[in-house]
């Protein structure tokens, strides 16, 4: 049992409000990332004893079965997604985590909430879903789709690799401006429909070697496929409640790859190291912070993050 101090809307959340996620109960408390503090521990935990500040991870691992075994934590057979989808989550005082040593990290005790905060989800998801399965090597030219926290994620942690080119494309000016600052090369406002135009214009034809698409709609897809180098990978990161169309009259001798993910959460004891090094400053993305009982508001500036110029909404709780 976890008594939550500090937590976070994710994109995911809104997909679930918009009804993209059915397998999701009415009533279930939302949430899978969040800092706390340990406040019981069951029979089964070895690893973290009351008292003991912790990360919470979106993922749930057994550590034990098949998929675990394969560090493919996502899918574990008695876990994986499962917070503030199918159990109840981290937005609120307190939260069950179960199989506790797979699914929690200690907090390095010099290491700040908001930093560590953005390891319980965005950080793995960026670099495991876009960068790993997008395979960004030195010198490769990329286009991010969508610059949500998911998107500047994928930003900063592509640049462990030394892309030579990151083009950024998004509708929000506001988010565009922080990914120029976090080391975009190009942005892209898709607003009038041709960014895949301009992609190709600027790669002189080329495309890009890899195409990462953090939105999670047909039309963020669509810029992927139309974009794709050659040689190159489309890595979907986003949650997708549509169907998309796959233009395989276009591809099919285009030697591409496609690839989906779950994030596995597998790459946050490295990237835990990463942030408590100082070499990324996640929290850097917050933009708004609120009191848990403010945690309406907070939907509402994170679901119009256009208009309050938004990315991560932190709620704290301070009754607890
Ligand atoms: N695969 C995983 O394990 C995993 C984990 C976490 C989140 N996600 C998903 O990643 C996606 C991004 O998450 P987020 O928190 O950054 O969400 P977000 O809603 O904050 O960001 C989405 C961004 O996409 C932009 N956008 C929307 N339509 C667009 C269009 N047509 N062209 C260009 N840009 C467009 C928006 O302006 C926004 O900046 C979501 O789908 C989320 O569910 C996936
Ligand atoms: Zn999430
Ligand atoms: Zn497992």
């Excluded at 089964?44 to 493919?72: N, P, Q, R, W, Y």
């Excluded at 979907?236 to 790859?257: C, Q, S, T, Y």
Aim: glycine fraction near 10%; charge should be negative; include cysteine.
């Amino acid at each position: 049992m976890v008594r939550i101090t500090t937590s976070t809307i994710c994109g995911t959340d809104l997909h679930i409000l918009k009804g993209d996620l059915p397998l999701v109960a009415e009533g279930r408390v939302l949430g899978h990332e969040a800092i706390g503090v340990v406040e019981e521990v069951g029979a089964g935990v070895s690893e973290f004893k009351v008292g003991d500040k912790v990360i919470v991870s979106c993922v749930t691992a057994c550590l034990k079965c098949d998929f675990c075994k394969k560090s493919m934590y996502s899918h574990c057979r008695k876990g994986g997604w499962i917070l503030g989808y199918l159990i109840d989550g981290t937005q609120a005082e307190y939260v069950r985590i179960p199989h506790a040593d797979g699914s929690l990290y200690k907090f390095p005790s010099d290491a700040n909430d908001e930093d560590m905060l953005m390891l319980s989800d965005i950080l793995p998801t960026g670099f495991e879903c876009g960068v790993l399965n997008g395979e960004v090597k030195p010198g490769d030219t990329i286009a991010i789709v969508g610059a949500g926290p998911i998107g500047l994620a994928v930003l900063l942690t592509a640049q462990f690799y030394s892309p030579a080119a990151i083009i950024m494309i998004d509708l929000d000016d506001k988010r565009l401006t922080v990914a120029k600052s976090f080391g975009a090369t190009t942005l892209i406002n898709s607003s009038n429909g041709d960014a895949a135009e301009q992609v190709m214009k600027l790669t002189n034809g080329a495309g890009v070697d890899a195409a990462i698409e953090a939105v999670g709609v047909p039309a963020t897809f669509d810029i992927c496929q139309a974009i794709v180098a050659v040689g190159g990978r489309i890595a979907n990161v986003g949650v997708h409640g549509k169907p998309v169309e796959l233009h395989l009259e276009k591809l099919w001798d285009r030697n591409i790859a496609l690839t989906t993910r779950l994030v596995d959460t597998a790459a946050t004891p490295m990237l835990l190291k990463v942030v408590s090094s100082g070499k990324l400053q996640p929290a850097k993305l917050v933009t708004h912070r609120f009191d848990m009982n403010e945690i309406l508001k907070a939907y509402e500036t994170f679901g119009n993050a256009a208009k309050e110029g938004a990315l991560k909404v932190v709620l704290t709780n301070k009754a607890v």
